[in-house]
């Protein structure tokens, strides 16, 4: 089923707060029945991020349970930025390069905050407009590989929790996770020593920048792991959408 964006397409808590797209220049409404992304990065409010250097991954932590405070993916909003922005989260895509040697399968969970959850550590990453005229300056912060993420507040969470393999992983898995994707997905083995490529749907994530940091994280473990640090090449697509009002 499309998905109908217009200026008049939602209002949030009864106020007058409505996602819509403007171009570079502010002027342009787009209404459109969305089947690809193109219209929102047209209108300069797609962001992607990815490891900066290609075929080099981003290392994980020695991960066998899951832990609030070790996350692989920290995404924030940035408090007082100039516009409100609701923000999308379309996908996350995970490549495998080194295996966690000793675990019998790989997990995830998303959970979101409504507080900065990173503490330190870790690698920043700098989104990127796929929109070559659009600028460049995401309301986002981006942290992958080993951050520590504070204690969780009592408005945490939990979204998503998953399998992403039932047995050890193989190099070259590829693990994407969509967002709010309202397409059916057939089954898939997520078993055997083949590498795969699998799709997981996960509930649509909502964050909100300009009046405080927002936080959503993607957790990572792998059961029985001891030895061998799991490391990924990843990308990560989301829509930045401005708040009238």
Same mark, same amino acid.
């Given at each position: 089923m499309p998905l109908k964006l217009t200026l008049n397409g939602l209002s949030r808590f009864g106020r007058r707060e409505r996602p819509f797209l403007l171009d570079p220049h502010g002027n342009l409404e787009v209404q459109q029945h969305l089947q690809t992304t193109h219209p929102v990065a047209a209108a300069g409010q797609y962001f992607?991020?990815?490891n900066p250097t290609v075929s080099t991954a981003v290392a994980y932590a020695?991960? !066998?349970? @899951?832990?609030? *405070?070790?996350?692989? $993916?920290?995404?924030?909003?940035?408090? %007082?930025?100039?516009?409100?922005?609701?923000?999308?989260?379309?996908?996350?895509?995970?490549?495998?390069?080194?295996?966690?040697?000793?675990?019998?399968? !790989?997990? @995830?969970?998303? *959970?979101?905050?409504? $507080?900065?959850?990173?503490?330190?550590? %870790?690698?920043?990453?700098?989104p990127q407009n796929p929109n070559m005229s659009a600028p460049r300056e995401s309301a986002c912060t981006l942290?992958?590989?080993?951050?520590?993420?504070?204690a969780n507040s009592g408005a945490r969470r939990l979204i998503a929790r998953g399998l992403l393999r039932s047995a050890i992983p193989v190099t070259g898995d590829t693990y994407m996770l969509n967002f709010g994707n309202m397409e059916k997905s057939t089954g898939q083995v997520i078993s055997g020593t083949s590498a795969i490529g699998a799709m997981y749907h996960c509930p649509p994530v909502v964050l909100e920048a300009g009046n405080q940091v927002q936080s959503c994280l993607l957790h990572l473990w792998f059961p029985s792991n001891v030895t061998t640090a799991a490391t990924f090449e990843f990308e990560m697509g989301w829509w930045e959408v401005p708040l009238e009002g």
């Open positions: 992607v991020a990815t020695v991960q !066998a349970s @899951f832990s609030e *405070t070790v996350p692989y $993916i920290i995404l924030r909003t940035k408090a %007082g930025y100039p516009q409100r922005k609701l923000i999308y989260l379309e996908y996350i895509k995970l490549i495998t390069a080194v295996t966690p040697a000793s675990s019998t399968s !790989a997990q @995830f969970a998303i *959970t979101i905050d409504n $507080i900065d959850r990173l503490s330190t550590g %870790g690698t920043d990453i700098t942290t992958v590989g080993t951050p520590t993420a504070t």
